[in-house]
């Protein structure tokens, strides 16, 4: 067995190394970011009914009478079947957690409605309907865009001029020319905003050096349904990460 060694192994791999570093061409990585403010042209509803009662007939009675009123009253003003799904009663029981009293066992009944409102302006008269015909819990409202891919698309395109002028800009300080691209990477998010994020229990629900950041409103101010509801605006935005060739 030939051994080598440890110093000219060490002096081999040093060489190796050095030269790798001569062969890769010198690059510039920066990353972009933007933002684009849309107003939300798409509502989720989640809500609830909930039944708390000693006898379990009766509390899946009350239970049944509030279901068929809520739905009933989505009907009439116009939501589609479709648009609405509820999910199976759930039957539990609960007790008492005052220790001075005597322990009761009480049924619960549960079931939550979610709803898609395809125009928002009706959002309030929607949610005061069903909380007059029977529901009686708001767990969350999704305020989304439909038009999200569109959004998407631009605000990746904002991003990717963030970083080229972020590129320029650093460049230009360095008294070098920006090259081609040579890696890139992107990823979005957004186009969606949450609002209270709470069912029957607690649950939840969208920097780097070098960045250049863009926003864009595309829609202005989002109408409100009426003098106490705003629906605001929600964001979509996209960041790419990109190593650019430099020039002499």
């Known amino acids: 067995m030939k051994i080598i060694p440890l110093t000219i192994l060490a002096l081999a791999l040093s060489l190796s190394a050095v030269s790798a570093q001569e062969g890769q061409k010198p690059q510039i990585m920066v990353s ?29 009675r009350l239970h049944d009478d509030r279901m068929k009123s809520a739905l009933t009253f989505l009907k009439s003003s116009g939501v589609p079947d479709k648009n609405v799904q509820t999910d199976f009663i759930n039957l539990t029981t609960d007790a008492t957690s005052d220790p001075s009293k005597t322990k009761t066992i ?39 865009t439909t038009q999200l891919r569109k959004y998407r698309d631009q605000a990746r395109a904002m991003a990717i001029q963030a970083a080229k002028e972020k590129a320029d800009a650093l460049c230009g300080e360095l008294g070098v020319k920006r090259g081609k691209p ?15 994020g709470s069912y029957w229990g607690y649950r939840n629900y969208g920097g780097a050096s070098n960045a250049q950041v863009s926003v864009e409103d595309t829609s202005g101010a989002s109408d409100s349904t009426n003098d106490t509801l705003s629906l605001g605006q929600i964001s979509v935005s996209a960041t790419v990460n990109v190593s650019f060739a430099l020039q002499d």
């Open 32 to 60: 972009g970011t933007a933002e684009v403010l849309v107003a939300p042209d798409e509502a989720i509803i989640h809500v609830g009914v909930e039944i708390r009662n000693e006898n379990i007939e009766q509390a899946r």
């Open 106 to 144: 009480y049924y619960l009944a549960r079931t939550s409605i979610d709803v898609k409102l395809t125009n928002v302006t009706n959002l309030e008269k929607i949610l005061t309907g069903l909380l007059n015909n029977g529901v009686d819990r708001i767990h969350s409202v999704e305020f989304r």
């Open 182 to 196: 040579v890696n890139i990477n992107a990823s979005e998010s957004g186009g969606w905003l949450n609002q209270f």
